[in-house]
């Protein structure tokens, strides 16, 4: 009776590690192919149109500026890139991780605990309980790269 439950929280819990991250990757996609669309209006039509006084004298400002720009750009951080931007979603993989690592601790448990006893645990059970621990280590990584990622955004 252990065996059945162990084995049935393990299917459960990779058909839950699996559904959440198809799901998470269709969403990034929909987001992804949605937003492809949007907003991509050039900025020179909404820009008022300049007279040659006023380009002439921002070619001037701009010569003596560069300069001054130069050493201004090296002292402020750049912002971060479109990957970082991305990415900084994922720290939501923390309570997933969580629940996987425990969960791959359980089943670690049970494998001990049916090693001691005189059957053997099938072979199926040793490698999902690989995969799991496996799945929970991604999710940690992925998680951490997450945290990273939204702590370079603020």
Known sequence: MAYFLVMGGLALSLCLLVGWSLWRVLRWLVRRLGASGKGRKTARAKRPAKSRAETRS??????SARTTTSKARQAT???PWRLTRALAPLASAWPLALVAGLLYGGTRLA???MGARPHTA???YHRLV???GWGAIGLIV????GLVASWRCR
């Open 77 to 79: 951080p750049r912002g």
């Open 111 to 113: 494998e001990y605990g």
């Open 142 to 145: 992925v998680a951490v790269v």
């Open 122 to 124: 099938p072979a199926a």
């Open 58 to 63: 921002m070619k001037k400002d701009e010569t």
């Open 130 to 132: 690989e995969a799991l």
